[in-house]
T-cell receptor
Framework: GENVEQHPSTLSVQEGDSAVIKCTYS??????FPWYKQELGKRPQLIID?????GEKKDQRIAVTLNKTAKHFSLHITETQPEDSAVYFC??????????FGSGTRLSIRP | DAGITQSPRHKVTETGTPVTLRCHQT?????MYWYRQDPGHGLRLIHY???????DKGEVSDGYSVSRSKTEDFLLTLESATSSQTSVYFC??????????????FGSGTQLSVL
């Protein structure tokens, strides 16, 4: 079955700098790659997603890139702000409904 | 937020006792999921359902069973709880994975402690 690996497990960046989180997946049939953000004590919420027919997608300060050949995808956050502090999860799925998550990255923004 | 409710929100139980967690949705979404969240492991899929009485195993299904007798309810049962099942359990719903409706909406979670 699908296996998703996520790195790093923790990340600390200066406010205003960029943050990058990377994930790899194992199932070449996976075609959907979402990213979720979980603030402390809250439920995970979708922040951005990408499908396998697209190489990059942007939404304001957030972007996701996908390399199907290498089976990896990344989340890029630019101009980080204190409210970006959270745990971020990548995930992968195919049309068979299973949505498998990575182990998460705890992002801290230093003032 | 999507209409998804988990109950109970918190539960403390003893090893060996049966436990049932309930997920109720008012969105009429076809797909429902149970995940557990543990430090260092992220969100791991336990079981999921793609329709009434249609369920399948996830990554960590041993020791868990599920039932879905109505579209709106998805039950997760620990037949004989163990300390390793102490976790936060999240229910999630989605419309139709693979066809554009893949977005997961999560419930608020259930904190389960098995002593």
């Amino acid at each position: 079955g699908e296996n998703v690996e996520q790195h790093p497990s923790t990340l600390s960046v200066q406010e205003g700098d960029s943050a990058v989180i990377k994930c790899t997946y194992s199932d070449s049939a996976s075609n959907y790659f979402p990213w979720y953000k979980q603030e402390l004590g809250k439920r995970p919420q979708l922040i951005i997603d990408i499908r396998s027919n697209v190489g990059e997608k942007k939404d304001q300060r957030i972007a996701v890139t996908l390399n199907k050949t290498a089976k990896h995808f990344s989340l890029h956050i630019t101009e980080t702000q204190p409210e970006d502090s959270a745990v971020y999860f990548c995930a992968a799925s195919n049309s068979a409904s299973k949505i498998i998550f990575g182990s998460g990255t705890r992002l801290s923004i230093r003032p | 937020d999507a209409g998804i409710t988990q109950s109970p929100r918190h539960k403390v139980t003893e090893t060996g006792t049966p436990v049932t967690l309930r997920c109720h949705q008012t969105e009429n979404h076809r797909y429902m999921y149970w995940y557990r969240q543990d430090p260092g492991h992220g969100l791991r899929l336990i079981h999921y359902s793609y329709g009434v009485k249609d369920t399948d195993k996830g990554e960590v299904s041993d020791g868990y069973s599920v039932s879905r007798s109505k579209t709106e309810d998805f039950l997760l049962t620990l037949e004989s709880a163990t300390s390793s099942q102490t976790s936060v359990y999240f229910c999630a719903i989605s419309e139709t994975p693979g066809t554009g409706g893949d977005k997961l909406f999560f419930g608020s979670g259930t904190q389960l402690s098995v002593l």
